[in-house]
């Protein structure tokens, strides 16, 4: 076998590795690119349901403030402070997810809160103070008027197109992973092709490699026994490739020096 044969077999075998790397390199940037866009779509389903829940909490607190005038029952006081609690507890969560994109739109939601807030605490206050005759009806429809025209508007404000981008990235992200699954899927099959290309190269390559070391520990062997003197030392001449002809030249060698001896002995 010509030792090109050897040398061109362990280039494609290299050339295989290489494709194996190449592959396994856009697959890790395609599970990275999945796994930062997951975490992106939590992060953004965690803000979305925050918003929701900062909405439910408002309605939560408008209902009770409405009927607190008319009852003054300390359970709608209750519900007021659970509401605000819950409002609270999710406004953090809208903030850590928003903050850097909307930070000017939750300044000024929490500039219309606080003062939607003191409303409430006029509404309380008022009627706690004269149950009987109070004015608390009327700062009752100034809050709503301000909760309608200013931060309710904000909310929605917030949460529309935040529900929308979490739509669009949801779909982002169902056809990246239909194309992640057909890439997989031709890269798995790549390298099991690949795998069973580099087993086979690997077993001729060992083969032809034993194989020439042999007929050149043959040829080594000839050579000895031709130094000592040794002139019909056997020498393999039929092999072929490159170590066929360095047979060949050996035995012209050991022939002609044959040849040379018996002139001298003559």
């Given at each position: 076998?010509?030792?090109?044969?050897?040398?061109?077999?362990?280039?494609?075998?290299?050339?295989?590795?290489?494709?194996?790397?190449?592959?396994?390199?856009?697959?890790?940037?395609?599970?990275?690119?999945?796994?930062?866009?997951?975490?992106?779509?939590?992060?953004?389903q965690?803000?979305?349901?925050?918003?929701?829940?900062?909405?439910?909490?408002?309605?939560?607190?408008?209902?009770?403030?409405?009927?607190?005038?008319?009852?003054g029952?300390?359970?709608?006081?209750?519900?007021i402070a659970?509401?605000?609690?819950?409002?609270?507890?999710?406004?953090?969560?809208?903030?850590?997810?928003?903050?850097?994109?909307?930070?000017?739109?939750?300044?000024?939601i929490?500039?219309?809160?606080a003062?939607?807030?003191?409303?409430?605490?006029?509404?309380?206050?008022?009627?706690?103070?004269?149950?009987?005759?109070n004015d608390?009806?009327?700062?009752l429809?100034?809050?709503?008027?301000?909760?309608?025209?200013?931060?309710?508007?904000?909310?929605?404000?917030?949460?529309?197109?935040?529900?929308?981008?979490?739509?669009?990235?949801?779909?982002?992200?169902?056809?990246?992973?239909?194309?992640?699954?057909?890439?997989?899927?031709?890269?798995?099959?790549?390298?099991?092709?690949?795998?069973?290309?580099?087993?086979?190269?690997?077993?001729?390559?060992?083969?032809?490699?034993?194989?020439?070391?042999?007929?050149?520990?043959?040829?080594?062997?000839?050579?000895?026994?031709?130094?000592?003197?040794?002139?019909?030392?056997?020498?393999?001449?039929?092999?072929?490739?490159d170590?066929?002809?360095?047979?060949?030249?050996?035995?012209?060698?050991?022939?002609?020096?044959?040849?040379?001896?018996?002139r001298?002995?003559?």
């Amino acid at each position: 076998m010509r030792l090109t044969y050897i040398r061109r077999l362990m280039v494609i075998q290299a050339v295989i590795v290489l494709l194996l790397v190449i592959s396994a390199f856009f697959t890790a940037t395609n599970l990275n690119r999945s796994l930062a866009l997951t975490i992106e779509l939590t992060n953004l389903q965690e803000g979305v349901q925050a918003t929701g829940n900062i909405a439910d909490a408002l309605e939560e607190e408008r209902i009770a403030i409405g009927q607190y005038p008319l009852t003054g029952s300390e359970d709608l006081l209750t519900r007021i402070a659970d509401a605000q609690a819950v409002y609270n507890e999710n406004w953090q969560v809208v903030t850590r997810v928003f903050g850097a994109e909307q930070s000017q739109l939750l300044a000024d939601i929490e500039t219309s809160r606080a003062t939607y807030e003191d409303y409430l605490n006029n509404i309380i206050t008022e009627y706690q103070s004269n149950p009987e005759n109070n004015d608390s009806a009327s700062f009752l429809r100034d809050a709503i008027n301000y909760y309608l025209q200013n931060l309710g508007p904000k909310i929605a404000d917030l949460s529309e197109p935040a529900f929308q981008k979490l739509v669009s990235q949801v779909e982002t992200e169902r056809a990246r992973a239909k194309r992640l699954a057909i890439f997989s899927g031709v890269a798995l099959a790549f390298s099991v092709i690949v795998g069973v290309m580099v087993v086979v190269l690997v077993a001729v390559v060992l083969l032809f490699s034993g194989r020439m070391i042999q007929a050149i520990q043959n040829i080594v062997d000839a050579t000895n026994q031709i130094s000592r003197g040794d002139m019909d030392a056997y020498i393999d001449v039929d092999q072929g490739g490159d170590i066929g002809d360095l047979a060949q030249a050996i035995d012209r060698m050991r022939t002609s020096l044959r040849a040379a001896i018996e002139r001298l002995r003559r």
